[in-house]
T-cell receptor
Framework: KAGVTQTPRYLIKTRGQQVTLSCSPI?????VSWYQQTPGQGLQFLFE???????NKGNFPGRFSGRQFSNSRSEMNVSTLELGDSALYLC??????????????FGPGTRLTVL | KNQVEQSPQSLIILEGKNCTLQCNYTVSPFSNLRWYKQDTGRGPVSLTI?????NTKSNGRYTATLDADTKQSSLHITASQLSDSASYICVVSDPGGNKLTFGTGTQLKVEL
């Protein structure tokens, strides 16, 4: 069974631009979560989608948004990029239940650099 | 505020040696505690998942222990290998079902 895939793997943008990242979960997984990882901060939860609906949301500004499609694939968008948005963005998928009770499987991440 | 603190922040050991990583948490109550291994440039991979009622769980050379009374967990690595060089992340989940609290990780380097 194929793992979680994320595209692109690397991205370089300039301040003020916007970016869209994509995540394809493991087949049969309906929950997709997004995380931002920066040195010293660890993984910070962005949001979780289940059945095309945002089920949970972390403490990030409205510039960060996401969506999920009927095939469970998910995208996240960051508008008006800031230097501080440079990070590794990780996507994780799990079965239908709550993330606290189901093992999450992470993708390789998208490394975003904002210049 | 629920927190998960890991120590040491970084560690260097020689190949073949054992080591123990620590995780202290304030999340209470909690439903389970997880340890992940993250290689550089890759996503985290699950090593162990323990419920609050479990004291120990092993995965090959990795053994996690949990003391729910003191809110401490440890990850013991036996006979370390170069491939064990990675960041090890402790994660605690709340029983409400929708929140995971991540530690900032311990960076382990195994040298010849």
């Amino acid at each position: 069974k194929a793992g979680v895939t994320q595209t692109p793997r690397y991205l370089i943008k300039t301040r003020g631009q916007q970016v869209t990242l994509s995540c394809s979960p493991i087949s049969g997984h309906r929950s997709v979560s997004w995380y931002q990882q920066t040195p010293g901060q660890g993984l910070q939860f962005l949001f979780e989608y289940f059945s095309e609906t945002q089920r949970n949301k972390g403490n990030f500004p409205g510039r960060f948004s996401g969506r999920q499609f009927s095939n469970s694939r998910s995208e996240m968008n960051v508008s008006t990029l800031e230097l501080g948005d440079s990070a590794l963005y990780l996507c994780a998928s799990s079965l239908a239940g709550q993330v606290s009770y189901n093992e999450q499987f992470f993708g390789p991440g998208t490394r975003l650099t904002v210049l | 505020k629920n927190q998960v603190e890991q120590s040491p922040q970084s560690l260097i050991i020689l190949e073949g040696k054992n080591c123990t990583l620590q995780c202290n948490y304030t999340v209470s109550p909690f439903s389970n505690l997880r340890w992940y291994k993250q290689d550089t440039g890759r996503g985290p991979v699950s090593l162990t998942i323990m419920t609050f009622s479990e004291n120990t769980k092993s995965n090959g050379r990795y053994t996690a222990t949990l003391d729910a009374d003191t809110k401490q967990s440890s990850l013991h690595i036996t006979a370390s290998q170069l491939s064990d060089s990675a960041s090890y992340i402790c994660v605690v989940s709340d029983p409400g079902g929708n929140k995971l609290t991540f530690g900032t990780g311990t960076q382990l380097k195994v040298e010849l």
